[in-house]
């Protein structure tokens, strides 16, 4: 749960503050990148099975942000984030 100083809030309020996110599959905005990590957390996402990636996460529809499921749960209410279905 999100604490009033939680060290993952870095001023990303200033490009995610009523953001529309999506629910995917990880696939990178830049084909040249082979992952990404979470803009809070720093968690990693990749298309393989690496342990220690995520493999689908929340992002704007861009895919340049991206937010796993944990920091997307914590940070919900106060960033108030719209939810779209991938169609």
Not at 14 to 24: E, H, N, Q, V
Not at 52 to 77: I, L, M, N
Request: proline residues 7%; negative net charge; glycine residues 2%.
């Amino acid at each position: 749960m999100r604490q009033p100083n939680d060290p993952r809030l870095t001023n990303q309020d200033k490009y995610l503050k009523g953001a529309t996110l999506t629910w995917r599959e990880y696939s990178p905005s830049n084909p040249a990148n082979d992952h990404d990590h979470c803009v809070f957390c720093w968690a990693k996402f990749m298309n393989n099975a690496a342990p220690d990636a995520q493999s689908s996460g929340y992002s704007t529809p861009d895919r340049y942000h991206w937010v796993c499921k944990d920091c997307f749960e914590d940070f919900r209410d106060l960033f108030q984030w719209k939810v779209e279905r991938v169609a």
